[in-house]
């Protein structure tokens, strides 16, 4: 079974795949971020939103490539698709990746897609501004604490029009704003239910 945590910086995804992970037994795979860029992408987003964006894309082919090898039932924090319909297609919109550069990144990135078994679920944290925010800040990344509310509300925009309209494939929302599961695992009860019933169903279409 393949599961998938997506949801805007901040929203707690790699908490939430860690947990998961616990109350499954699956495998978890993390985001990369040790990415090279990012420190200057947040200082100058224009002049390294490519780079930072291939760099993210290239890692989530390598997971990919091990996720294919090894077969095993996991959950991977992060999607490659909201590298592109999220942050990529963010990123062109304000003007702050060329239209040759994003056209280059969406061919590589279709390729990609082709090579990637579809997840069997996605689930999708969704939380406000003033949440994110305050789940960045307690964070303490340094190259975080410039990230405007303005930029996290585009995202925010950007990620509900995709799930909503682009999506194909079964989605589980979390309401993070009003579900504290970093300080009440227990609430994600319920979801670990929803998810070992749909695992059962997987392997008995084996």
Request: net charge negative; proline share 2%; aromatic share 12%.
């Amino acid at each position: 079974m393949y599961i998938v945590i997506a949801g805007n910086i901040g929203s707690g995804k790699t908490s939430l795949t860690e947990i998961l992970s616990e109350k499954t037994g699956m495998k978890a795979y993390f985001e990369d971020s040790d990415n090279p860029y990012i420190g200057d992408f947040y200082e100058d987003m224009s002049r390294w939103s490519f780079n930072l964006q291939i760099y993210f894309l290239g890692n989530r082919i390598r997971q990919a490539m091990q996720i294919l090898d090894e077969g095993n039932d996991l959950i991977q924090d992060r999607t490659i698709y909201e590298d592109a319909y999220i942050f990529a297609a963010n990123l062109h919109e304000m003007g702050l990746m060329s239209s040759r550069d994003f056209d280059t990144y969406m061919k590589i990135f279709d390729l990609s897609t082709k090579m990637i078994s579809k997840p069997d679920l996605l689930i999708y944290l969704k939380a406000g501004v003033p949440t994110l925010v305050s789940q960045i800040r307690k964070r303490g990344r340094a190259y975080e604490m410039g990230i405007m509310d303005e930029y996290l509300e585009r995202l925010n925009l950007k990620y509900n029009d995709w799930i909503e309209n682009i999506y194909e494939g079964e989605v589980i929302t979390i309401d993070v704003d009003n579900t504290d599961f970093i300080a009440d695992p227990s609430l994600l009860d319920g979801l670990v239910t929803r998810i070992m019933d749909i695992k059962r169903r997987s392997d008995d279409c084996k």
